[in-house]
Nanobody, 117 residues
Framework: QVQLVESGGGLVQAGGSLRVSCAASGSFTIIFNINRMGWYRQAPGKQRELVATITSSGITNYADSVKGRFTISRYNRNTVALQMNSLKPEDTAVYYC?????????WGKGTLVTVSS
């Protein structure tokens, strides 16, 4: 099994920046086979949505709402970070880390990001 642990959430004013990180631990075999990691978010009363993903070869994908403001980075096979700049109140949500290895998806428990206006 693999566990994903997020860190770095918190409260920030609109226009500010925040960085969230995620580290995977557990089965070496599963971690070695992670081919994509990413971030999703869920705002109150809304469905979970894609924020950004990055493949093991470095290909990134962003939601239109965060393009130009957020940057996803993967430092090794088990660590991914999301740099969030120019934050808006509508970015307020619980941010979840996700990892895909083969046919399996793994999820963290989430970290809350609150952007005040």
């Amino acid at each position: 099994q693999v566990q994903l642990v997020e860190s770095g959430g918190g409260l920030v004013q609109a226009g500010g920046s925040l960085r969230v990180s995620c580290a995977a631990s557990g089965s070496f075999t599963i971690i070695f086979n992670i081919n994509r990691m990413g971030w999703y978010r869920q705002a109150p009363g809304k469905q979970r949505e894609l924020v950004a993903t990055i493949t093991s070869s470095g290909i990134t994908n962003y939601a239109d709402s965060v393009k130009g403001r957020f940057t996803i980075s993967r430092y090794n096979r088990n660590t991914v970070a999301l740099q969030m700049n120019s934050l808006k109140p509508e970015d307020t949500a619980v941010y979840y880390c996700a990892a895909a290895a083969g046919d399996m998806d793994y999820w963290g428990k989430g970290t809350l990001v609150t952007v005040s206006s």
